[in-house]
């Protein structure tokens, strides 16, 4: 069995949105409240993205380039993007899964974002029927 006593359970659901700031109002009137919020300067657009927990889920909203907008606002269904996965040791967790030949579909993982307090590390593989998976490990 991979990542024993290392997995922590569900840390947060990636949603793609078209319009970041309808997608927080919407789940504002649900009760979630914005966590974090965050804009992230990759090779071309920025990526708008804002954490929104209620009790112990969090879905983190992100608002794409305007290009991957376009491909979003055309799904019928299918728009959660990733399940992101909680684990103690990101680096353990990156060992195992590769030495279980896993596919990893980030090149340079784990990947750093400066989420939170002191940062994130995360990498993502695919699932049999193309899901995506994330493992995550936010720095203390």
Same mark, same amino acid.
């Given at each position: 069995m991979l990542l024993k006593g290392n997995l922590q359970g569900l840390q947060h659901l990636g949603l793609p949105v078209t319009n970041l700031e309808r997608s927080k109002a919407f789940y504002m009137q649900l009760g =979630? $409240?914005?966590?974090?919020?965050?804009?992230?300067?990759? /090779?071309?657009?920025?990526?708008?993205?804002?954490?929104?927990?209620?009790?112990? =889920? $969090?879905?983190?909203?992100?608002?794409?380039?305007?290009? /991957?907008?376009?491909?979003i606002a055309a799904r019928a269904d299918g728009h959660i993007d990733h399940v992101a996965l909680n684990v103690l040791d990101i680096d353990q967790a990156y060992a195992e899964i590769k030495a279980a030949g896993m596919e990893?579909?980030?090149?340079?993982?784990?990947?750093?974002?400066?989420f939170w307090k002191n940062g994130v590390k995360y990498f993502?593989?695919?699932?049999?029927?193309?899901?995506?998976?994330?493992?995550?490990?936010?720095l203390k």
């Open positions: =979630f $409240t914005e966590v974090m919020r965050m804009d992230i300067q990759p /090779k071309s657009d920025t990526i708008r993205v804002a954490m929104m927990e209620h009790e112990n =889920f $969090t879905i983190e909203l992100y608002e794409p380039g305007l290009e /991957k907008r376009g491909e990893i579909l980030e090149g340079d993982a784990p990947v750093y974002l400066p993502t593989v695919r699932g049999p029927d193309g899901e995506k998976v994330e493992f995550n490990q936010i």
